[in-house]
């Protein structure tokens, strides 16, 4: 998510204590993925929402693209910076939240819930084994 493509070391900078979501895996990146049966939800984690700021721009792909995991697959804007959104898996976009594209504060607010940005049709699920449990992903933020 924030594209440097480094990951994030050292303690939070805002937000700390955040308890991440236990039914769902994450990224380095700072996304999520959330399986339930043959459909993947995608979104950012709390962790980058604080880190970009107020988000004013999301632009998604299209239901029936194709998402490759690690490559760039939507762009989220804030009051700061432009950043793209790196795919956790791979697989065909099945549903993309368009009320979060027309009120991107949606994402800031709830960005674990109802700021959800995407959904596919993983194509292979053995893709979730290279993301991390919630509690190895808040030891890479640094908490505890």
Do not use: F
């Amino acid at each position: 998510m924030l594209h440097s493509g480094m990951p994030v070391k050292g303690p939070l900078e805002e937000g700390a204590g955040v308890s991440y979501p236990d039914d769902r895996k994450y990224t380095e990146t700072h996304e999520w993925v959330l399986l339930d049966d043959d459909e993947a939800t995608i979104g950012i984690t709390e962790y980058a929402s604080e880190q970009l700021g107020e988000l004013v721009y999301i632009e998604l792909p299209e239901i029936g693209d194709r998402i490759e995991a690690g490559s760039e697959c939507a762009v989220v804007e804030s009051v700061k910076a432009a950043n793209d959104l790196i795919a956790p898996i791979s697989g065909e976009v099945t549903e993309v939240n368009t009320a979060a594209v027309n009120d991107p504060k949606q994402v800031n607010d709830d960005p674990h819930r109802s700021g959800w940005l995407l959904k596919v049709k993983p194509d292979d699920l053995k893709e979730m084994d290279n993301l991390h449990e919630a509690d190895a992903y808040e030891e890479l933020l640094g908490e505890d």
